[in-house]
């Protein structure tokens, strides 16, 4: 390692405090980062997903991170009209920040909000700030079009392809966290003949195993609180977003309503969650329990609830998106059954790693079936148990993939 310090400016809307989808993911990145020698800073946002009352410095550190919040509105996140404003407001104090500090140093920025690496592009292009790596979680304005959102071929979506090139161009580097979403991009770049020989990189999302495993051999206090005790849990934790398929899950959890053993357990927010939550009560789904997210320290305990995890993504959402929670359930080696394309990220890693089950979208007694097959079947989930726990030990562990990232920010330096 160099004896001289890499330096990086994370420019993302949530974290930490913030621990949950990317303030969750990037603060542990970031940690990783600076435990491995690198110096790091972060610009983000007001607090707005959790705690949006809760009054945050504007200026703290944490484990060695510097972390600066630019002013931001701070409407509920559910509320579309109130996200795109306070994802505007954010994007336009970042903007000015990076641009009356000059910062030299590379910058780590994200597609959340959608637009803001547009702001690194300008100031780069204007020689006012160093380099930037672009990650991409979430893929932009397809995302939208799929959803019926956006026309494909209307002027928002033309404007904001054009955006997107701008972006590519002057990118130093672009990361993306799936093969589908990989092929994706690079048809975008190649559309705009841009090359993408040297630029883009397949990086995975990871799972903080560590933290994750330390939970697997003591009580769990949630298993008690929840009153779980003796019960097969069917997990689904994180996002219950626009782009997954809850209505195939809360089906499956009605044709096995009658099952007194399984219980479904819904643990996160999101669009989705209040029709969920309706749902389940209309059909008086007895075997269904719905709780908001849990604090960072109790994650571990969270994944090790469950015996199968349930991850999803809408059809035609494959390679616009990757579910990072199905990492978290494979490092507490919970076998996963995929609501989703074939084609997507984590269905290839469920049959590569042979660590559960791919079911496609709409397909509720087809899900219900899975989940008695290995709710029957104790030899096959713990085969997919141990199997899971050993893809994340080779593959997808956040001291890995760390270092993947401290050597790309070093080659950009």
């Known amino acids: 390692m160099n004896h001289k310090k890499?330096?990086?400016?994370?420019?993302?809307?949530?974290?930490?405090?913030?621990?949950?989808?990317?303030?969750?993911?990037?603060?542990?990145?970031?940690?990783?980062?600076?435990?491995?020698?690198m110096d790091v800073e972060v610009v983000c946002?007001?607090?707005?997903?959790?705690?949006?009352?809760?009054?945050?410095?504007?200026?703290?550190?944490?484990?060695?991170?510097?972390?600066?919040?630019?002013?931001?509105?701070?409407?509920?996140?559910?509320?579309?009209?109130?996200?795109?404003?306070?994802?505007?407001?954010?994007?336009?104090?970042?903007?000015?920040?990076?641009?009356?500090?000059?910062?030299?140093?590379?910058i780590l920025v994200l597609t959340n909000p959608p637009f803001l690496a547009v702001t690194c592009s300008i100031l780069k292009l204007l020689k006012i700030s160093g380099p930037y790596i672009y990650l991409v979680f979430d893929v932009y304005p397809d995302t939208a079009v799929?959803?019926?959102?956006?026309?494909?071929?209307?002027?928002?979506?033309?404007?904001w392809e054009r955006l997107n090139a701008f972006v590519?161009?002057?990118?130093?580097?672009?990361?993306?966290?799936?093969?589908?979403?990989?092929?994706i991009i690079a048809k975008k770049m190649q559309n705009r003949n841009l090359s993408t020989n040297g630029k883009l990189h397949h990086i995975s999302v990871w799972s903080d195993d560590k933290l994750i495993s330390s939970a697997s051999n003591t009580e769990n206090p949630l298993k008690k609180k929840w009153n779980l005790e003796g019960k097969f849990v069917v997990g689904y934790f994180g996002n219950m977003g626009r782009f997954h398929d809850m209505e195939t899950i809360i089906s499956a959890a009605k044709i096995l309503k009658d099952n007194k053993d399984?219980?479904?357990?819904?643990?996160?927010?999101?669009?989705?969650k209040q029709a969920t939550m309706?749902?389940?009560?209309?059909?008086?789904?007895?075997?269904?329990?719905?709780?908001?997210?849990?604090?960072?320290?109790?994650?571990?305990?969270?994944?090790?609830?469950?015996?199968?995890?349930?991850?999803?993504l809408l059809e035609g959402q494959e390679g616009l998106s990757v579910p990072s929670k199905a990492f978290g359930l494979m490092a507490a080696g919970v076998p996963l059954i995929a609501?989703?394309?074939?084609?997507?990220?984590?269905?290839?890693?469920?049959?590569?790693?042979?660590?559960?089950?791919?079911?496609?979208?709409?397909?509720?007694?087809?899900?219900a079936d899975s989940i008695l097959q290995l709710y029957n079947d104790k030899s096959q989930l713990k085969q997919m148990s141990a199997n899971a726990l050993m893809a994340i030990r080779e593959k997808y562990n956040l001291d890995k993939i760390s270092r993947e990232y401290f050597d790309l920010i070093g080659q950009v330096v």
Not at 146 to 157: F, R
Request: glycine share 8%; proline share 3%; aromatic share 10%.
């Open 168 to 183: 590519f161009k002057h990118a130093s580097a672009i990361v993306v966290i799936g093969r589908c979403m990989e092929e």
């Open 6 to 37: 890499n330096k990086l400016l994370v420019l993302c809307q949530l974290f930490y405090p913030e621990l949950v989808s990317t303030g969750q993911t990037l603060t542990e990145l970031c940690e990783e980062l600076v435990r491995l020698g």
């Open 339 to 367: 609501v989703m394309s074939p084609k997507s990220e984590i269905a290839q890693i469920v049959k590569e790693e042979g660590c559960g089950i791919t079911v496609k979208p709409g397909k509720g007694k087809v899900l």
């Open 146 to 159: 799929k959803l019926g959102v956006l026309k494909k071929n209307g002027l928002l979506s033309r404007i």
């Open 262 to 272: 399984i219980c479904f357990l819904f643990v996160g927010e999101g669009h989705k």
């Open 45 to 106: 946002g007001p607090l707005t997903v959790m705690d949006r009352d809760k009054k945050v410095a504007k200026y703290i550190e944490h484990k060695g991170i510097r972390i600066r919040r630019v002013w931001g509105t701070r409407f509920p996140k559910l509320n579309l009209i109130g996200r795109i404003i306070n994802q505007i407001t954010f994007a336009a104090s970042a903007f000015f920040y990076l641009l009356f500090h000059h910062f030299r140093k590379p």
């Open 278 to 312: 309706e749902y389940a009560a209309r059909h008086s789904l007895q075997n269904c329990r719905f709780y908001t997210y849990v604090d960072r320290q109790d994650l571990g305990y969270l994944m090790n609830l469950a015996n199968i995890g349930v991850v999803s």
